[in-house]
């Protein structure tokens, strides 16, 4: 036999009685719906009529919806942050140019690109950058080191590389860059920029700003939204900041930090609707 329930607003129960050693659940909820058998009768006595579900059948499904409603909280939660993530790609096309240079941070697959991009032949020369921002303070060594040390060990030649270590922040990187290769000898017109995914735009609105007179194209590793997150990297992490970055487009471009960047009503919405959910870990002070 099949009783269907409603229990809560939106849910769904269909209760089924196969025998008396299972008895099947299957929940309907926004995000789907989900199926769970139980041991049988004896722990569930045979289902009233009235719509009134024994207490250990109804902890059974309270456990159930929380978790089919974790599951479309999360599901909403990926939606709103791609819409994010696919605001901060450019899409920039590359194209052969006088140097590379690798913005620092924690996640060496930045290096990883720039020396792809370097053993492609887009570009001569790599310049690592960056000292020690607030996710890598406990390095040991700065970013620019540890860059330094990844992209040779993808085949980039040492005398090939140049560091700058003294960065805390992106225009720092931009600017110190730009002071390194001119006391190296160095008048690049055109600059491959390599960093996250999600700091395409940031980037590219910082460069604009402090070298303007140079050509940027901005490249990033080639890693979708949902395959980012690693052990090290948590897809937490990566929502804040992508929440975070949005934040510093808007506010740096009025801070004159960075040139003004037209932020899309439905984009902000979703900022701020992560921000809501607890996503505001990387917010500017």
Same mark, same amino acid.
């Given at each position: 036999?099949?009783?269907?329930?409603?229990?809560?607003?939106?849910?769904?129960?269909?209760?089924?009685?196969?025998?008396?050693?299972?008895?099947?659940?299957?929940?309907?909820?926004?995000?789907?719906?989900?199926?769970?058998?139980?041991?049988?009768?004896?722990?569930?006595? @045979?289902?009233?009529?009235?719509?009134?579900?024994?207490?250990?059948?109804?902890?059974?499904?309270? $456990?159930?919806?929380?978790?089919?409603?974790?599951?479309?909280?999360?599901?909403?939660?990926?939606?709103?942050?791609?819409?994010?993530?696919?605001?901060?790609?450019?899409?920039?096309?590359?194209?052969?140019?006088?140097?590379?240079?690798?913005?620092?941070?924690?996640? @060496?697959?930045?290096?990883?690109?720039?020396?792809?991009?370097?053993?492609?032949?887009?570009?001569?020369?790599?310049?690592?950058?960056?000292?020690?921002?607030?996710?890598?303070?406990?390095?040991?060594?700065?970013?620019?080191?540890?860059?330094?040390?990844?992209?040779?060990?993808?085949?980039?030649?040492?005398?090939?590389?140049?560091?700058?270590?003294?960065?805390?922040?992106?225009?720092?990187?931009?600017?110190?860059?730009?002071?390194?290769?001119?006391?190296?000898?160095?008048?690049?017109?055109?600059?491959?920029?390599?960093?996250?995914?999600? $700091?395409?735009?940031?980037?590219?609105?910082?460069?604009?700003?402090?070298?303007?007179?140079?050509?940027?194209?901005?490249?990033?590793?080639?890693?979708?939204?949902?395959?980012?997150?690693?052990?090290?990297?948590?897809?937490?992490?990566?929502?804040?900041?992508?929440?975070?970055?949005?934040?510093?487009?808007?506010?740096?471009?009025?801070?004159?930090?960075?040139?003004?960047?037209?932020?899309?009503?439905?984009?902000?919405?979703?900022?701020?609707?992560?921000?809501?959910?607890?996503?505001?870990?990387?917010?500017?002070?």
């Amino acid at each position: 036999m099949t009783f269907n329930l409603i229990a809560i607003s939106k849910l769904r129960v269909a209760v089924s009685v196969q025998s008396a050693e299972e008895v099947r659940f299957e929940l309907t909820v926004p995000c789907g719906t989900a199926h769970f058998k139980c041991a049988g009768i004896n722990h569930y006595p @045979t289902p009233p009529s009235n719509h009134i579900l024994p207490n250990t059948g109804a902890r059974a499904i309270c $456990m159930v919806y929380q978790r089919c409603m974790k599951a479309s909280n999360e599901k909403e939660i990926d939606r709103l942050a791609k819409k994010v993530w696919e605001y901060h790609l450019i899409h920039h096309q590359l194209k052969k140019a006088d140097c590379i240079i690798a913005l620092g941070s924690r996640d @060496t697959r930045v290096a990883e690109r720039a020396a792809e991009l370097f053993m492609e032949g887009w570009a001569p020369l790599v310049v690592c950058s960056g000292a020690f921002g607030r996710l890598t303070k406990y390095w040991k060594k700065p970013e620019a080191e540890v860059f330094a040390e990844t992209v040779r060990s993808k085949g980039v030649p040492a005398d090939k590389i140049l560091l700058e270590s003294k960065s805390t922040n992106t225009g720092e990187n931009i600017l110190f860059s730009k002071e390194l290769l001119k006391s190296r000898g160095y008048n690049p017109q055109i600059v491959i920029a390599a960093h996250k995914p999600y $700091m395409e735009r940031r980037t590219f609105v910082t460069f604009r700003k402090v070298w303007p007179e140079i050509e940027v194209v901005v490249a990033s590793p080639q890693i979708s939204y949902e395959a980012y997150p690693t052990a090290d990297i948590s897809k937490k992490a990566i929502i804040n900041g992508i929440v975070g970055d949005v934040v510093r487009i808007k506010v740096y471009g009025e801070r004159g930090f960075q040139i003004p960047q037209e932020i899309p009503p439905n984009v902000w919405s979703a900022c701020q609707k992560l921000i809501s959910l607890g996503y505001n870990d990387r917010l500017v002070d």
